[in-house]
Nanobody, 120 residues
Framework: VQLVESGGGLVQPGGSLRLSCAAS????????MSWFRQAPGKEREFVAA????????KYADAVEGRATISRDNAKNTVYLQMNSLKTEDTAVYYC??????????????WGQGTQVTVSS
């Protein structure tokens, strides 16, 4: 399984950003994809997840109401739309994937990460 993220960058507080993660190599559609983030000096934390087959979603409290995770089945791509960005959203964002459900936040495959910096 390979995951390739894109879409990071510098954005002002209150702005929006959409991250993309293109996936390849899955042998069935019974998998879940997610976004995690890691800020300097902090542990990687869960942001959002989506089940590929059913489209069920799950969000961290810190981004609930500001983030939307979605998927494009034809492109095998998952997106994370982030609105009303705050400086504390600054982190490297990682795409994660696994076979299974979104119930447990433990993932087996990771992308290389994309930097998101929220600053004026």
């Amino acid at each position: 399984v390979q995951l390739v993220e894109s879409g990071g960058g510098l954005v002002q507080p209150g702005g929006s950003l959409r991250l993309s993660c293109a996936a390849s190599g899955f042998t069935s559609n019974a998998y879940a994809m997610s976004w995690f983030r890691q800020a300097p000096g902090k542990e990687r934390e869960f942001v959002a997840a989506i089940s590929w087959s059913l489209g069920d979603t799950k969000y961290a409290d810190a981004v609930e109401g500001r983030a939307t995770i979605s998927r494009d089945n034809a492109k095998n791509t998952v997106y994370l739309q982030m609105n009303s960005l705050k400086t504390e959203d600054t982190a490297v964002y990682y795409c994660g994937a696994k076979y299974g459900t979104i119930r447990i936040q433990r993932y087996d495959y990771w992308g290389q990460g994309t930097q998101v910096t929220v600053s004026s």
